[in-house]
């Protein structure tokens, strides 16, 4: 089944989604940029646009060589990607759309807008874990979204600055463009333009919270999830000066052979992806020479000097993490503080959660990233051997987070209390192996050891 609504730019067709209530809009335009530009929020198209295919990922490590034939990346790639078809290309400014098949611009649903993970340098929006979200049955429109990564999305040289003013986070730029995009169109699929929750996982939950420190976002989404990534620390606060981060990339450009900007914007993707990923070989802190930086304009300041002086977007939050995480004990503490940190400066409630399910198949846990099958409830695209248990889970944490995204406030009936953060409330959601209940984490017994993060990004 096809159908065609009339948005701000123009008329689109979309199709049925895997559940027959949902229509899917996908590989949607959402800007342009060439390459080391920041992006053009698409005003207008011509004639239907046809939303049924997905659109193309950036380019990352992954698009130059088979992940089957790299031992170390087979993890990630059999449990997110193995028999799915990606395209990569610079050209990657895309969204997806899933909504109620009966919803209009009169609706006015919640909306999820998801920023994926990768380490800043991989993923998309499109894998197997975010195709087809339970939300919409849930009366929430889902949204996902591509963004340029690596030395397309984060590259600072002082000759851009001279173009445009700053330089750096062209990936941020790029979600920011894509909340705009829904901010003007996501009405005419059933969404309230001012009901946009941002939610992200790991460098996307990284990303709301840079997002949620940014001048530029304001009235852009009222609540922010962010799950293993989430909260302030020195050690993974992201952003240093663009200045510092010169050095790197001019070195990055000296051994790509490029003498000027105009042949480095000319560099073919897979010489550039090679001299990048040559130049940080034995780097310490390469996410600080790589990633997001202070550019005076989206990011002024730090997340952790703006938090400390109360300047996050004062709006409800959910942050968490996996027992078999990345750092666990680290990336857990700084979750739970964020949201107590909310709740000393007299902010909006915020929900701390923590999940230890030990997904069925192997024994490697709660690794980084298994809450989001649950998270997205697309249980049934994974090769796990599920038992009802996690279709449980899974429905329960659908459940609160559109609720969230609906109030504020995760809570609903048939669901265990989840109480905010607070003084003298310092318990957090448990989710996984016992039922699902209010309880403390011992950070002692949180095991440092887990899958490598070397497959997550690259």
Known sequence: MNIQIETPCGRIQGTKSTDADVISFRGIRYAKAGRWEYPKTVERWDGIYNAAEYGACCYQPRAFYNEEDVPEKAF????????????????????????????GPKSRLPVLFYIHGGGFTGGCGHEKHFDGPVWPTQGVVAVTVNYRLGPLGFLCLPELEKEAGHTGNYGLFDQMAALRWVKRNIAAFGGDPDNVTVMGQSAGAMSVQLLCVSPLTDNLFAKAVM??????????????????????????????????????????PEKLFAAWQEEKKGLPQTAQLMGPCLDGVLLAECALEAAKNGRQKDIPYMAGTTSHDI?????????KDWCRMQADSGKQNSYAWFFDRMLPG??????????????????KNCWRPME??????SRQMSRYLTNFARTGNPNGEGLTE????????????????KETHMGGVNMAKLNYTMLTNKAVGE
């Open 327 to 335: 750092m666990p004990p680290f990336l857990f503490k700084m979750a």
């Open 362 to 379: 192997d024994e490697n846990g709660a690794w980084h990233s298994s809450d989001l099958w649950y998270w997205f409830g697309t249980l």
């Open 76 to 103: 990630y790639y059999n449990e997110f990607r193995r028999g799915a078809h990606y395209t990569y290309d610079e050209d990657c400014l895309f969204l997806n759309v899933w909504a109620p098949k009966d919803a």
């Open 227 to 268: 799950s293993s990534g989430g909260g302030v620390s020195k050690m993974f606060d992201p952003a240093s000066r663009a200045e510092k981060q010169y050095p790197f990339w001019q070195k990055v450009m000296e051994r790509s052979g490029c003498e000027t900007l105009a042949e480095f914007r000319l560099l073919a």
């Open 388 to 393: 009802e248990k996690d279709y449980e889970l």
């Open 418 to 433: 989840w109480l905010p953060a607070g003084k003298g409330q310092n318990k957090v959601l448990r989710l996984g192996e």
